[in-house]
């Protein structure tokens, strides 16, 4: 099992910065995909980053260049840095996990809203 705690989101104004958090704990040692996602209310959730074990990111096209996905091994913690945020970027963030035995785990989401 992998708990995974977000923190890190609120109130900002149109071009400025958040840093998304995902605290990990359980059998963290298992986990080979390390994801955030986000979710406006009626509507699908949608992939905004992907890390890898070779330490390699990819983000969607719409968050490419503004954001970034990092992990503190040593503080077992997943960091999303988002820069020059835009009223779009508004919803709920989701930190999600896979592991190499089939398990799928979400955090309880964190919301983030940019007023413009």
């Known amino acids: 099992q992998v708990q995974l705690v977000e923190s890190g989101g609120g109130l900002v104004q149109a071009g400025g910065s958040l840093r998304l958090s995902c605290e990990e704990s359980?059998?963290?040692?298992?986990?080979?995909?390390r994801d955030w996602y986000r979710q406006v209310p009626g509507r699908q959730r949608d992939l905004v980053a992907r890390l890898v074990p070779s330490g390699r990111a990819t983000y969607a096209e719409s968050v490419e260049g503004r954001f970034t996905v990092s992990r503190d091994s040593a503080k077992s913690t997943v960091f999303l840095q988002m820069n020059d945020l835009k009223p779009e970027d508004t919803a709920v963030y989701y930190c999600h996990a896979c592991n190499n035995m089939g398990g799928d785990y979400w955090g309880q989401g964190t919301p983030v809203t940019v007023s413009s």
């Open positions: 359980g059998s963290i040692a298992t986990v080979v995909v």
